[in-house]
């Protein structure tokens, strides 16, 4: 079963930034698409950023597009999301998961859900 570790999260006011990190294997970092998925309490899991293991050709959500960038770490195995300008609304935990697809929407994630990384945007 395809694995991931998130960190990163805490409790920032809004305008701040976090980093997350998103380690996994080899094999899923090689072959796969790699996503974050926002969901904020009491809701669905939500496509944030995916990023392609082809070219590395990104996709955000409109929610996040300007403020949030996905990036890659080839020697680490490791997806980063650079969260800048945050607001209440990003609020919620966020995870890893993988796509057998392209980036391109964000969406029908394929793993088990992970225990995610929380982040709080508040005063």
């Known amino acids: 079963q395809l694995q991931f570790v998130e960190s990163g999260g805490g409790l920032v006011q809004p305008g701040g930034s976090l980093r997350l990190s998103c380690a996994t294997s080899?094999?899923?970092?090689?072959?796969?698409?790699i996503g974050w998925f926002h969901q904020a309490p009491g809701k669905e899991h939500e496509g944030v950023a995916c990023?392609?293991?082809?070219?590395?050709?990104?996709y955000y959500a409109d929610s996040v597009k300007g403020r949030f960038t996905i990036s890659r770490d080839n020697a680490k195995n490791t997806v980063y999301l650079q969260m800048n300008s945050l607001k209440p609304e990003d609020t919620g935990v966020y995870y890893c998961?993988?796509?057998?697809?392209?980036?391109?929407?964000?969406?029908?994630?394929?793993?088990?859900w992970g225990q995610g990384t929380q982040v709080t945007v508040s005063s």
């Open positions: 998961n993988y796509l057998k697809g392209s980036a391109y929407g964000c969406r029908d994630p394929e793993g088990s």
């Open positions: 080899t094999f899923t970092y090689t072959y796969f698409t």
């Open positions: 990023i392609s293991s082809l070219d590395g050709s990104p």
